[in-house]
């Protein structure tokens, strides 16, 4: 589960929003997995599916070529380390990966079915135009090769319009000409495309001999309060540095940390994939955390002194909140064109040269106006992209035809002291377990305001002042606020800046029509009292908001 992944995509979908095109995340597993694949319990998975023989296994006495028999060590060992790791993370995993379900059941508009690449075949997603966008989707894959889905090469999708947006092959090891003959007959379609790598730009174009630009990660699409807003500050007081590697074992990143936090007299967090964190001492003097969530990886970005990485992402990230970080070796290329990207090459520690023993910071001034040239052309390439598919198609535009939302009124205090006074027209009564509820019999028109009807409940020695507006996204609630937008209790409660919003009887708002697309299609309106005797509001926002954030988070 890498951090990254949900936070790009959400970054897209969330910059297509912004600019007025609605857009449906395919839920898509990779070829590499198979259906029954469980990501939550690996290890079962792993383990009923022929690995717990490998403590067994001896090499078969008919390999007699040495590179049959590396071949097969080193499949025999790869099979050994994911026994280890997911024996190792047994209980962090599942929470980590409830925690990134959570992000995306509370984040994503994203389709009601899984499809694996072979589904792609039959099962028609039912999109008149499909985008799809990094990571390194384009790469191709030992054992599967290039995974067709990823390429939007299913049989559904042939003869729709297509673009590629900051597509990226990962680390290059030459192709053949059977795989560049497939990967020309699978891009060879495509309306657009644009590569995150200039190398990968340039490979693209000479197979294709069409220009391909070089864009940015959908990440940079958004800026520094966007991301801020999701951001869950991490819990220390301590001021620290924060190690995060990926892939690899990163040695020379894991002693630069550790020298370096000593140097400043610094907590040392480590963030880092289980394969990178093989190279740290197990009697080390750090705090080793693996489950968090794509939000809590943020925040640790944003909170920390000083950054050291190899990877892209956290580069990425270390950039747009303007963090001192300082990168180690990886393989492939995509590190050095983000540094590249924004004249960061120095940020880069070698054998023969330590960047972190300079006093230099990065001034980010400049590496500002670098961001917003490249991010206007960015999202430029892809919003003329796509407005070029709707008149080559003949689209009356971007917008998908959606069902009318609907808005319940309830009083979520249900006692003898509460009455429904009268009964609204269009509106239904309907008696839950902790409320009184009115719901709408028909719904809202799509993007058409709504004027909150006069409230309708009467409650003996309290006031009425107003509503709170609430969805509720794959059970996790969302509350509407002062900044225009649906949150989650946890980025409420961690960011003063954002209040709940109280709606009035007769105002007239959009904000149900303006948010329904990420936050379903059915919304609640509850009414806030103030008791008379001392002021006291019902209900209890603030422990309505402690009560999803413990299990947002999942703390007991």
């Known amino acids: 589960?890498?951090?990254?992944?949900?936070?790009?995509?959400?970054?897209?979908?969330?910059?297509?929003?912004a600019n007025g095109i609605e857009s449906t995340i395919i839920d898509y597993m990779p070829v590499y997995y198979q259906k029954s694949y469980n990501p939550e319990y690996p290890l079962h998975w792993y383990l009923s599916h022929g690995y717990s023989k490998i403590f067994n296994e001896t090499m078969p006495a008919n390999l007699v070529e040495e590179s049959e028999k590396k071949e097969w060590k080193?499949?025999?060992?790869?099979?050994?380390?994911?026994?280890?790791?997911?024996?190792?993370?047994?209980?962090?995993?599942?929470?980590?990966?409830?925690?990134?379900?959570?992000?995306?059941?509370?984040?994503?508009?994203?389709?009601?079915?899984?499809?694996?690449?072979?589904?792609?075949?039959?099962?028609?997603?039912?999109?008149?135009?499909?985008?799809?966008?990094?990571?390194?989707?384009?790469?191709?894959?030992?054992?599967?090769?290039f995974d067709k889905g990823f390429f939007l090469a299913g049989k559904t999708m042939e003869g729709k319009p297509k673009i590629g947006y900051s597509v990226s092959r990962g680390v290059y090891r030459g192709w053949n000409d059977e795989k560049i003959k497939k990967f020309v007959e699978y891009?060879?379609?495509?309306?657009?495309?644009?590569?995150?790598?200039?190398?990968?730009?340039?490979?693209?174009?000479?197979?294709?001999?069409?220009?391909?630009?070089?864009?940015?990660d959908p990440v940079f699409l958004m800026d520094k309060d966007f991301w801020h807003q999701i951001a869950i500050p991490p819990k220390t007081t301590e001021k620290y540095v924060l190690l995060y590697t990926v892939m690899e074992k990163a040695a020379d990143s894991v002693r630069t940390a550790f020298s370096f936090a000593r140097r400043k007299g610094l907590k040392l967090i480590v963030l880092s994939s289980y394969e990178a964190n093989k190279a740290i001492p197990s009697d080390a003097d750090c705090e080793i955390i693996y489950d968090l969530g794509p939000e809590e990886w943020l925040g640790y970005i944003?909170?920390?002194?000083?950054?050291?990485?190899?990877?892209?992402?956290?580069?990425?990230?270390?950039?747009?909140?303007?963090?001192?970080f300082y990168v180690g070796s990886r393989h492939g290329d995509k590190v050095d064109t983000v540094l590249k990207t924004f004249q960061l090459e120095k940020r880069r520690f070698t054998k023969e040269y330590d960047c972190t023993l300079s006093d230099d910071v990065i001034d980010y001034e400049p590496i500002r106006a670098i961001l917003e040239e490249k991010r206007k052309f960015s999202g430029d390439f892809l919003l003329n992209a796509i407005h070029d598919v709707e008149?080559?198609?003949?689209?009356?535009?971007?917008?998908?035809?959606?069902?009318?939302?609907k808005v319940i009124y309830s009083s979520s205090v249900k006692n003898k002291d509460l009455k429904c006074r009268w009964f609204l027209k269009g509106l239904e009564k309907k008696e839950e377990k902790n409320a009184i509820c009115l719901v709408q019999s028909e719904g809202i028109p799509d993007n058409n305001s709504l004027t909150i009807a006069k409230q309708p409940f009467s409650y003996k020695n309290h006031t009425f002042v107003g509503w709170y507006g609430k969805s509720i996204q794959k059970d996790i609630p969302k509350w509407y606020c002062t900044d225009g937008h649906f949150h989650t209790a946890t980025e409420i409660l961690t960011h003063d800046e954002i209040d709940v919003y109280l709606f009035q009887d007769n105002e007239t708002t959009d904000a149900f029509a303006a948010n329904r697309l990420a936050n379903g299609s059915t919304f609640y309106l509850d009414a806030v009292w103030k008791k008379d005797s001392d002021d006291t509001l019902i209900p209890d926002i603030n422990a309505q908001l402690s009560k999803a954030d413990k299990a947002y988070r999942l703390e007991k």
């Open 1 to 17: 589960m890498n951090f990254a992944c949900p936070l790009h995509t959400y970054a897209f979908q969330q910059f297509l929003l």
């Open 74 to 145: 080193t499949s025999h060992q790869k099979k050994l380390n994911t026994i280890e790791k997911y024996s190792a993370l047994y209980n962090e995993w599942p929470l980590r990966f409830k925690k990134f379900q959570n992000f995306m059941d509370s984040h994503y508009y994203i389709t009601d079915k899984s499809y694996h690449h072979n589904d792609l075949d039959k099962k028609d997603p039912g999109f008149d135009c499909y985008i799809c966008v990094t990571d390194v989707i384009w790469q191709y894959n030992a054992g599967h090769g």
């Open 187 to 216: 891009t060879s379609p495509y309306e657009a495309i644009a590569a995150r790598e200039a190398s990968f730009a340039e490979h693209i174009s000479e197979l294709l001999h069409r220009d391909i630009p070089t864009v940015l």
């Open 302 to 324: 944003e909170n920390a002194e000083y950054i050291i990485t190899n990877s892209f992402h956290s580069c990425a990230f270390s950039i747009l909140f303007e963090k001192q």
């Open 391 to 405: 008149k080559k198609y003949n689209y009356e535009n971007s917008i998908l035809p959606k069902e009318p939302y």
